[in-house]
């Protein structure tokens, strides 16, 4: 069982960055591929950001791509959002997810994830 809280998230302005957290408990990260996810009021659920750590592949929504970032620190157990220029389209909660490794499963739907943290707010002013 693994167990993941976001935190990082607050308000900024349009233009500004922020760096989420995903700390994972439980169980070693390091092996599973994680994920990043977003939902804004009246949206749904959508994806931003994963990687395959194993394989060294990383997946951007088009919408981030080029100025949104994923990396980890194994030591902490913790994966970490970059996010860079940001725009108000960006305001949602974040989530951050870890799945097994392996083959199986599209890391850009939400389906081959295990398990999901809580959330966390991120708010970009215009």
């Known amino acids: 069982q693994v167990q993941l809280v976001e935190s990082g998230g607050g308000l900024v302005q349009a233009g500004g960055s922020l760096t989420l957290s995903c700390a994972a408990s439980?169980?070693?990260?390091?092996?599973?591929?994680t994920g990043w996810f977003r939902q804004a009021p009246g949206k749904e659920r959508e994806f931003v950001i994963a990687?395959?750590?194993?394989?060294?592949?990383?997946y951007y929504a088009d919408s981030v791509k080029g100025r949104f970032t994923i990396s980890r620190d194994n030591a902490k157990n913790t994966v970490y959002l970059q996010m860079n220029s940001l725009k108000p389209e960006d305001t949602a909660v974040y989530y951050c997810a870890a799945a097994a490794p392996g083959p199986s499963g599209d890391r850009r739907t939400m389906t081959p994830y295990d398990y999901w943290g809580q959330g966390t707010q991120v708010t970009v002013s215009s």
């Open positions: 990687r395959r750590w194993s394989v060294g592949v990383t």
């Open positions: 439980g169980r070693t990260f390091g092996s599973y591929d």
